[in-house]
Nanobody, 122 residues
Framework: QVRLVESGGGLVQAGGSLRLSCAAS???????IGWFRQAPGKEREFVAS????????YYAESVSGRFTVSRDNAKKTFYLQMNSLKPEDTAVYYC????????????????WGQGTQVSVSS
């Protein structure tokens, strides 16, 4: 199983930017990696994903055009660049890895990061 360790997050004003990182270790056999988020009182929702090999990306409609997911295969690290942040982006963000493709539901996630808080003030 792969171990995921997140970094980044914090508090930012609306319109600002943040970058999250997720370092993978162990058996990185998972095919798809990406990000989910969970706001208070809400279910965990898909944000973005990318495949380790071809780098095929997919985004939730709510973040498309504002967020960018990328990976560095040599470092076994992937990233979520978040621009034009909105108060509704406030949530705990989790990196995730799955042997399935696509990875758009928590049910197919095999490994989770510890989560990091992103707060956007208006």
């Amino acid at each position: 199983q792969v171990r995921l360790v997140e970094s980044g997050g914090g508090l930012v004003q609306a319109g600002g930017s943040l970058r999250l990182s997720c370092a993978a270790s162990g058996r990185t056999s998972e095919y798809t990696i990406g990000w989910f988020r969970q706001a208070p009182g809400k279910e965990r929702e898909f944000v973005a994903s990318i495949t380790w090999d071809a780098g095929v990306t997919y985004y939730a409609e709510s973040v498309s055009g504002r967020f960018t997911v990328s990976r560095d295969n040599a470092k076994k690290t992937f990233y979520l660049q978040m621009n034009s942040l909105k108060p509704e982006d406030t949530a705990v963000y989790y990196c995730a890895a799955s042997g399935a493709y696509p990875m758009r539901t928590p049910r197919v996630v095999g490994s989770w990061g510890q989560g990091t808080q992103v707060s956007v003030s208006s």
